[in-house]
């Protein structure tokens, strides 16, 4: 059996003040640094057979803050955050005002849009499915992920079978831990453990 704890990186920038990260190589804020502390601590009893993070700086600094000298943290671009191409840096409503008609379609077709010089979901679930695969031919054990909100969603979508929409009733707060139990292909969400009172 293995069971795959997925890590969302802690606060930035952009998560405090609300805009498109994206690609934008942003490192942890002090309640971002807080936040992955107190993730470490509910891990701190876990051994794991491989350590696998996006390679953007506020994942890595993330998978450097929660395991400890001994273990080697693997980095792969499948992981990574949705390129959100001209839209990094820009905020929901900015979008609305500037793109209404972008807006609109992404809205229709969440999964198939792709804002200027980005990626749609469509793009990413590709990337991720990839890694997916990498993931399931592994030994029985237990397996870190620091990555991306987006990237979580992708996983949940292609372990649970929920409709990518659906995804989006999920909260997931920077340094969400979710587990995962994979029993010979039978996948169970086992766990989400969201950090609201930092």
Not at 165 to 178: D, R
Not at 191 to 196: A, L, P, V
Request: proline share 4%; with cysteine; charged share 25%.
């Amino acid at each position: 059996m293995k069971e795959i704890i997925f890590l969302r990186h802690g606060d930035t920038d952009a998560t405090e003040n609300h805009y498109f990260a994206g690609w934008s190589d942003l490192p942890l804020t002090k309640k971002g640094e807080k936040r992955i502390k107190a993730a470490k601590e509910i891990l701190k009893n876990y051994e794991y057979l491989e350590i696998w993070s996006s390679p953007l700086i506020r994942t890595r600094q993330t998978a450097q803050i929660v395991v400890n000298s001994n273990y080697s943290i693997q980095y792969t671009e499948d992981i990574k955050e949705r390129s959100f191409g001209e839209w990094e840096g820009k905020n929901w409503e900015l979008l609305e005002q500037e793109f209404p008609n972008q807006i609109k379609k992404w809205k229709e077709s969440p999964l198939e849009f792709t804002p200027p010089l980005g990626e749609s979901f469509a793009d990413v679930l590709l990337r991720v499915k990839r890694f997916w695969q990498t993931l399931q031919d592994k030994n029985n054990g237990n397996y870190l992920v620091v990555t991306h909100a987006g990237v979580i969603r992708c996983l949940l979508v292609l372990l649970t079978g929920m409709t990518f929409e659906n995804s989006f009733h999920l909260l997931l707060n920077p340094g969400v831990i979710i587990k995962v139990r994979d029993d010979s292909g039978f996948f169970q969400v086992t766990g989400i453990i969201n950090h609201e009172d930092l």
